[in-house]
């Protein structure tokens, strides 16, 4: 079982910074895919970004430049560092988890991008 707790999130002014951080459970964390995703009201959850075990990494286009994701294996914890922050990144952010063909998920942290 694994359990992922997102932490950071809130509300900032567009061209601000918010630091996300998701801290999880377990001893399979090294060897995991970790993920951020997002969802906006009315619209579908979507990939933000992913960082794998190798520390390969993945960004939608929309965030490419403005987002990164690092990952620290001795602390089982992994960041979203969001720059130039736009009133359409306003969403709810969910930690992903995949291992062994399994999604594990965070509760999700409110971000709000408004003036």
């Known amino acids: 079982q694994v359990r992922l707790v997102e932490s950071g999130g809130g509300l900032v002014q567009p061209g601000g910074s918010l630091r996300l951080s998701c801290a999880a459970s377990g001893n399979i964390f090294r060897l995991s895919a970790m993920g951020w995703y997002r969802q906006a009201p009315g619209k579908q959850r979507e990939l933000v970004t992913n960082?794998?075990?190798?520390?390969?990494?993945n960004y939608a286009d929309s965030v490419k430049g403005r987002f990164t994701i690092s990952r620290d294996n001795a602390k089982n914890t992994v960041y979203l560092q969001m720059n130039s922050l736009k009133p359409e990144d306003t969403a709810v952010y969910y930690c992903?988890?995949?291992?062994?063909?399994?999604?594990?998920w965070g509760q999700g942290t409110q971000v709000t991008v408004s003036s």
């Open positions: 992903n988890c995949y291992y062994n063909a399994r999604d594990y």
């Open positions: 960082i794998f075990s190798g520390g390969a990494t």
